[in-house]
């Protein structure tokens, strides 16, 4: 730990030194546009597989209508030729648009069966995953199925990203990342049927985190250190705009090829600026590259006109730093089989073995869930609350502008814990207002989502730096990327949350979610505040005390942890 805070601290300095200027805006311009374009696909669902109304086509030999058994056979007429029956307006819980009744002609029996083809409705969308492939009825779960694997990408992404930023450095992560999402993106767009569609979305997920995660972190490694809060929030208010366009890209294009084209082509104007991007020069220093570092380090100074100290005591301080962190790789390749193995056991654990810590871990784990499920639900539902999706999801994306701008000051004045669970509680007050609301006040039923949505998105941005500071710097990365894995399955879960139970049962989504971020709230009660605290570097800092459960019979290196 000491050897991480010579680095932070000799490091940072120098990022003070440079300042903010053209080269860090840069960085910034650049990767938010990224996130922007990779906004299109995480939220591709709500236009590119919606729900969309359909009806049985059934053959002329059919019952139609549909009703109960009358006790006069005599009563119940043949369908005329190629005939469609369902409810006006069939969604996959209304059995109807499912099954026909038969009579045979010889014994008079009627039986029920299963439809095979449907007609959809295309007032709305001209073509869809959904309508394409006839992803409804026994099929429907690939619809959700469509939404989640993108999500289980990103899950599988996150668990090798972080090794792969590490070893091979964060620009070249980012540079596979982006090319192969882009080429992806593109491609599947043009496939021939849902298999192939959903392996590709599959890997779409896997490059999300390997380009925009590793981009935060290059972010914020040439940030200087009084501009992390902000920058770090501000980054992602082009998450924000990208939803709002793919609301305007939707309403223009409503055939599912052609509109994923669409917004697929513009990712391909991020790669060249990979060629003018730098690679991380922290990361350079840690692995030893310390000309490469200099060389960054120095054109750093140039664009934004600053001053760094002698390219000798540059040099000496990478030098030190290289040297400080091969002794610490050195004595950790030394270490015997069996003392690595209890280590290993005692690492898996570590998050658990003590009073504070746990409770930081399972409040983060309650409420990343929690924030991924509600979010990546309500933007994804614009065609339960209201009839125009594309009007939704421009709305939704115009309330993340204040989460994004106006939590800045407020965490700042505030905290971190006050707004939190007050954005939860908000969250879940309107969305269990919005139940309870006729179905025929569109306006006020969209007016209590978007406030829900407006606490929901404040959580998103205020819960990553509140998890950042929980966590002691010993086992920080270790604990928000199992928080993220976490979210990740709340986003898995939140798809078939609404195509299994909201279908049948409209008013279960909004009161899950409400009910959802209200044990969320509560669960960040027992959390402390961390506005003007120093960051715990240790978990022996955290809680305050030598804890029993850090004594030297159950650590395999309790001077490492200290």
Request: with cysteine.
């Given at each position: 730990?000491?050897?991480?805070?010579?680095m932070d601290?000799?490091?940072?300095?120098?990022?003070t030194?440079?300042?903010?200027?053209k080269?860090?805006?840069?960085?910034?311009?650049?990767l938010?546009?990224?996130?922007?374009?990779?906004s299109?696909?995480?939220l591709?669902?709500?236009?590119?597989?919606p729900?969309?109304?359909?009806?049985?086509h059934?053959?002329?030999?059919?019952?139609?209508?549909?009703?109960?058994?009358p006790?006069?056979?005599g009563a119940?007429h043949?369908?005329s030729p190629?005939?469609s029956?369902?409810n006006?307006?069939?969604?996959?819980?209304?059995e109807?648009?499912?099954?026909?009744?038969i009579?045979?002609i010889?014994?008079g029996?009627?039986?029920?069966e299963?439809?095979?083809?449907?007609?959809?409705?295309?007032?709305?969308?001209?073509?869809?995953?959904?309508?394409?492939?006839?992803?409804?009825?026994?099929?429907?779960?690939?619809?959700?199925?469509y939404?989640?694997?993108?999500?289980?990408?990103?899950?599988?992404?996150?668990g090798?990203n972080?090794?792969?930023?590490?070893k091979?450095g964060?620009k070249r992560?980012?540079?596979?990342?982006?090319?192969?999402?882009?080429?992806?993106a593109?491609?599947?767009?043009?496939?021939?049927?849902?298999?192939?569609i959903?392996?590709?979305?599959?890997?779409?997920?896997?490059?999300?985190?390997?380009?925009l995660q590793t981009g935060?972190?290059?972010?914020?490694?040439?940030?200087?250190p009084?501009?992390?809060?902000?920058?770090?929030m501000?980054?992602?208010?082009?998450?924000a705009i990208?939803t709002?366009l793919w609301g305007?890209?939707?309403?223009?294009i409503?055939?599912?090829?052609?509109l994923?084209?669409?917004?697929?082509?513009?990712?391909?104007?991020f790669?060249?600026?990979?060629?003018?991007?730098?690679?991380?020069?922290?990361?350079?220093?840690?692995?030893?590259r310390?000309?490469?570092?200099?060389?960054v380090l120095?054109k750093a100074a140039?664009?934004?006109?600053?001053e760094?100290?002698e390219?000798?005591?540059?040099?000496?301080?990478?030098?030190?730093?290289?040297?400080?962190?091969?002794?610490?790789?050195t004595?950790?390749?030394?270490?015997s089989?069996k003392?690595k193995?209890?280590?290993?056991?005692?690492?898996?654990t570590?998050?658990?073995?003590?009073?504070?810590?746990?409770?930081i871990?399972?409040?983060?784990?309650?409420?990343?869930?929690v924030?991924?499920?509600v979010?990546?639900?309500l933007?994804?539902?614009?065609?339960?609350?209201?009839?125009?999706?594309?009007?939704?999801?421009?709305i939704?994306?115009?309330?993340?502008?204040?989460?994004?701008?106006?939590?800045?000051?407020?965490?700042s004045?505030?905290?971190r814990?006050?707004?939190?669970?007050?954005?939860y509680?908000i969250?879940?007050?309107?969305?269990?207002?919005?139940?309870?609301?006729?179905e025929?006040?569109?306006w006020?039923?969209?007016?209590?989502v978007?406030?829900?949505?407006?606490g929901?998105?404040?959580v998103f941005?205020?819960?990553f730096?509140?998890?950042?500071e929980l966590f002691?710097?010993?086992?920080?990365?270790r604990?928000?990327?199992?928080?993220?894995?976490?979210?990740r399955?709340?986003?898995?879960v939140?798809?078939f949350l609404m195509s299994?139970?909201?279908?049948?049962?409209?008013?279960?989504?909004?009161?899950?979610?409400?009910?959802?971020?209200?044990?969320?709230?509560i669960?960040a009660?027992?959390?402390?505040?961390t506005?003007?605290?120093?960051?715990?570097?240790?978990?022996?800092h955290?809680?305050?005390?030598?804890?029993?459960a850090?004594?030297?019979?159950?650590?395999?290196?309790?001077?490492?942890i200290?």
């Open positions: 730990m000491q050897i991480r805070s010579i601290n000799n490091f940072d300095s120098i990022l030194q440079l300042g903010t200027g080269w860090n805006l840069f960085y910034y311009f650049a938010s546009y990224w996130y922007a374009c990779v299109y696909h995480t591709g669902g709500a236009f590119l597989a729900d969309v109304g359909h009806t049985c059934v053959p002329e030999s059919a019952i139609i209508p549909k009703v109960s058994l006790s006069d056979l119940i043949a369908g190629n005939a029956y369902s006006s307006n069939a969604e996959d819980g209304d109807s648009s499912c099954t026909y009744l009579q045979n010889t014994t029996n009627i039986t029920e299963q439809c095979t083809s449907w007609d959809f409705d295309n007032t709305t969308f001209v073509s869809t995953v959904t309508s394409e492939f006839e992803l409804v009825c026994d099929w429907k779960f690939l619809r959700a199925t939404q989640s694997i993108y999500m289980f990408g990103i899950l599988v992404g996150a090798l972080g090794y792969m930023a590490d091979y964060r992560m980012i540079t596979i990342g982006a090319t192969c999402y882009s080429f992806i593109v491609i599947s767009a043009w496939l021939p049927n849902i298999s192939t959903i392996v590709a979305r599959f890997l779409l997920g896997t490059m999300h985190p390997t380009s935060y972190i290059l972010g914020m490694e040439v940030t200087q009084n501009m992390r809060s902000a920058i770090g501000l980054q992602f208010l082009s998450w990208g709002l305007g890209w939707a309403y223009l409503r055939e599912w090829r052609w994923q084209t669409a917004v697929s082509l513009p990712c391909f104007l790669l060249p600026t990979l060629l003018i991007m730098d690679e991380s020069p922290r990361w350079l220093i840690v692995i030893g310390h000309k490469e570092a200099l060389k120095q140039r664009w934004n006109k600053a760094l100290p390219e000798r005591m540059l040099l000496n301080m990478m030098k030190e730093i290289h040297e400080q962190m091969r002794s610490e790789s004595q950790e390749a030394e270490t089989m003392m193995l209890k280590r290993w056991l005692y690492e898996a570590i998050l658990f073995r003590t009073p504070k810590l746990r409770i871990t399972l409040a983060m784990y309650v409420d990343y869930f924030v991924a499920m979010y990546f639900g933007n994804l539902s614009g065609g339960s609350f209201t009839f125009d999706p594309f009007l939704f999801m421009v939704s994306g115009i309330v993340e502008i204040p989460s994004n701008t106006v939590t800045i000051p407020i965490v004045y505030f905290g814990k006050k707004p939190l669970i007050i954005s509680f969250t879940g007050v309107s969305m269990l207002t919005q139940a309870v609301i006729p025929e006040h569109v006020l039923v969209i007016t209590m978007m406030i829900g949505k407006l929901i998105s404040t941005q205020i819960l730096l509140y998890a950042s002691p710097t010993e086992v920080r990365t604990g928000m990327g199992t928080a993220m894995m976490s979210s399955a709340g986003a898995m939140s798809p299994f139970i909201g279908a049948v049962y409209p008013w279960t989504t909004p009161v899950v979610f409400g009910l959802a971020s209200i044990i969320a709230g669960a009660l027992p959390l402390h505040e506005l003007d605290d120093s960051l715990p570097d240790t978990i022996l955290l809680e305050g005390f030598d804890n029993p850090l004594d030297t019979e159950d650590t395999p290196d309790k001077q490492e200290r």
